[in-house]
């Protein structure tokens, strides 16, 4: 018969520093360090998503997967649906069943591809383009929020880390991509 478990703090990121503390006790050759980094990268990024989706994608109408898609599309300009799955990193069948949704919806427009008439361009609407502008201002708002958690050197430094860790994982071979 299983005995009660020991107590586990509330709430998804404060569980972070119990998991580094009862792995290490379980396994004593795990890496805290590294365990740390991609469980409180990951955590975090979680919970940024999950607010972002929240206070911001969901009263627009949209998903995160919605909002990333078509920010790429405004960035990008038209690009080939695989192409959109790769710059917004999701799969070729989320990428088309979303263009599916936000064509209806009239934000993304299909078209053949005059090379190759089996490849399908996406691009977003005049009114595809209206909306996410309008939206990317409350988004940038709230990530303004979440960065202000940080003083300036701090949110530099943290900047500068990521960016050295998205430049590394283009380079290495042994990190699978989409």
Not at 113 to 136: C, H
Request: glycine share 6%; aromatic share 6%; with cysteine.
């Amino acid at each position: 018969m299983p005995t009660s478990p020991d107590p586990v703090p509330e709430g998804f990121l404060s569980f972070a520093e119990t998991a580094l503390d009862r792995t290490g006790e379980r396994l004593p050759g795990t890496d805290r360090s590294a365990m740390a980094m991609v469980l409180l990268l990951h955590r975090v990024a979680s919970a940024i998503v999950y607010d972002l989706e929240s206070t911001v994608h969901r009263p627009a109408g949209w998903s995160w997967s919605a909002f990333r898609l078509l920010f790429t599309l405004w960035v990008s300009g038209p690009q080939e649906a695989a192409r959109c799955a790769e710059l917004a990193g999701m799969s070729r069948a989320a990428v088309s069943s979303l263009a599916k949704t936000l064509e209806a919806a009239g934000l993304v427009e299909r078209a053949d591809d005059p090379r190759d008439r089996r490849t399908v361009v996406l691009g977003l609407t005049a009114s595809g383009a209206a909306r996410l502008q309008e939206t990317f201002g409350v988004h940038n708002k709230r990530e303004a929020d979440w960065a202000g958690l940080l003083t300036a050197d701090e949110l530099a430094t943290l900047n500068g880390l990521l960016a050295k860790l998205a430049a590394a994982a283009q380079e290495q071979d042994w990190i699978r991509r989409r």
